[in-house]
């Protein structure tokens, strides 16, 4: 990880698939399968676990030992719950819809290098722990993640519900907002690397982690990755307070464990894609990777250095569910459009303009200045929203008088707004004329103080 600071590695070496045939290539296919859907039995028992030790609580622990039968328990009640049918939906594509984002979830893993070069026992073929690769790899992943919000919304128009297609609505606008910000983050990595294959970008971060060199991206993606699985705080299209459960709320049994089996291995999607293209992939960090020459580095070793990798990210994920509130949707959009949105176009900007003085010049900096650069990007994000700000003065500080609104005014009720007041009641009137207390039409509404 903190070799030479190579900045760019001329034709990175890619992975040789010259000796897969059918038969391997059938097996890591299912591998991939099994994996998967074991990883997410583990993330959910992860999840329940770190956020009960967050919480100060004990979690699952009384099912098996440290709880993890519970999850058994829980499989065996999705399927054996009763499968509750909208009868005014659209029946094909209601029940289409959760098997589409979990097909597109589960096409992920195809490209993701999971280590290096091993030797299959017992025989002398050599394969690379990835099940293919082509030159536009990147591309493909971002390709099938934006099919997988198919199932989301066609989830949620399908049921013919109002709470669902709200759901459905924010989530499209939310995939939007934060796959553009995402890819602004993947295009400086391209161009480090000259390549968008994933097994040419982790042999290129041999040297130094593009986690490190390029950490404007790294941490752009972070959150972009979470915006983009609907994770908490940006659990937006499913939130409970608002919208029942979103896009789910007509889905019961199976069909409604299949979203989310989807959004449990988009996490894990994420998370690998990830580590591949900004923490090494399955290279191990410094300076275990030093040790022997880098025997660490190779064989089955890799897939060790790999999972710790993505299952770390695994725990920002819980982390920050267990740690931060619920965004409020304009907060949210805000967020994308003008904080992520401008931050990464600049910085891709400022990038290209270091790569082509280094590539037109004979000036070869590259490999200082753009991890310079990087921390400079950062030092200055940090700066500009740290919250050490003036505090307003008093008369800035006292609330704008109370606004009077007639909740029937469009015909139903409405509640108020902040900054707004019901006129008073008839109750209040004739209390405030027996306590001999002003006239009705000014007495003020109790002020109802938020419990936390």
Known sequence: MFGSLAAVTPNPPQADFSQDNVWIVVVKAVLILICALVSVIIAIWFERKVIARLQQR????????????QLVYDALKLLLKEDINVSRADKLIYIVAPGLSVAASLMVFAVIPVGGQVTIPFTDISTPLQL?????????????TAVGVYGIVLGGWSSRATYSLLGSVR?????????????????????????????????????????????????????SMIGETNRLPFDLPEAEGELVAGYMTEYSSMKFAWFFLAEYINMLNVSAVCTTLFLGGWRAPWPLSAIGDGVLNTGYWTILWFLAKTWLLMFVFVWVRGT????????????????????ALGWIVLLTGVRAIDEFTSYHFNEWAVPLLSWIVVAFIIMWYWPFKESAPDDALKPDEPVEIDPYADGFPVPPLPGQVLPPSSRQAALAVTAGGPPADTVPLPEVKEER
Do not use: C, H
């Not at 293919?132 to 099938?144: E, M, Q």
């Open 132 to 144: 293919t690769d082509f030159p536009v790899a990147v591309l493909y992943i971002l390709a099938v």
């Open 58 to 69: 004990v979690g699952p622990n009384v099912r098996g030992p440290m709880g993890l039968f």
């Open 324 to 343: 931060v509130v619920r965004f409020r949707y304009d907060q949210f959009m805000r967020l994308g459009w003008k904080g992520m949105l401008p931050l």
């Open 171 to 223: 989530s499209s606008a939310q995939i939007i907002s934060y796959e553009l910000a995402m890819g602004m983050s993947l295009v400086t990595v391209f161009i480090m690397s000259g390549s968008m294959s994933t097994s040419a970008i982790v042999g290129a971060q041999s040297k130094l982690w593009y986690g490190i060199m390029l950490a404007p991206s790294f941490f752009l993606y972070i959150v």
